[in-house]
């Protein structure tokens, strides 16, 4: 059996605590229910972003999603962005997990330590 994750159960004591206090009634279930409805959609349903300097092909592109679906344990599906300003390299971005391989936060990590 799984046991709620820490987020989960935050969602869960909030909804109780406000269900207590406000005194919603039976109204207040088709909304709780939709609510949950959307957030386990979401846990279930991973969307990543990959950000590169340029345009990948699709070999790349599923190269890179199929490697990171791996990583994480699920497929997910990715949205692919071109950022010039990158300079080289790319940013991969899936939940709070960030990748970022480009030259531009190389520099910018480079600058800070000569500047500190």
Do not use: C
């Not at 390299?89 to 990590?109: A, P, Y």
């Amino acid at each position: 059996m799984k046991t709620l994750t820490h987020g989960a159960k935050g969602f869960v004591e909030g909804v109780v605590t406000y269900l207590r206090g406000s005194n919603m009634g039976p109204g207040a279930l088709p909304k709780v229910q939709a609510l949950f409805r959307k957030v386990t959609r979401q846990n279930r349903e991973l969307t990543g972003m990959v950000t590169s300097a340029v345009v990948m092909t699709p070999a790349e592109k599923e190269a890179l999603a199929r490697a990171i679906s791996k990583l994480v344990g699920q497929t997910i599906g990715f949205d692919f962005v071109v950022s010039p300003g990158l300079l080289g390299g790319f940013r991969v971005k899936v939940g709070d997990w960030i990748v970022d391989t480009s030259l531009e936060t190389q520099l910018k990590n480079m600058s800070e330590m000569l500047l500190a």
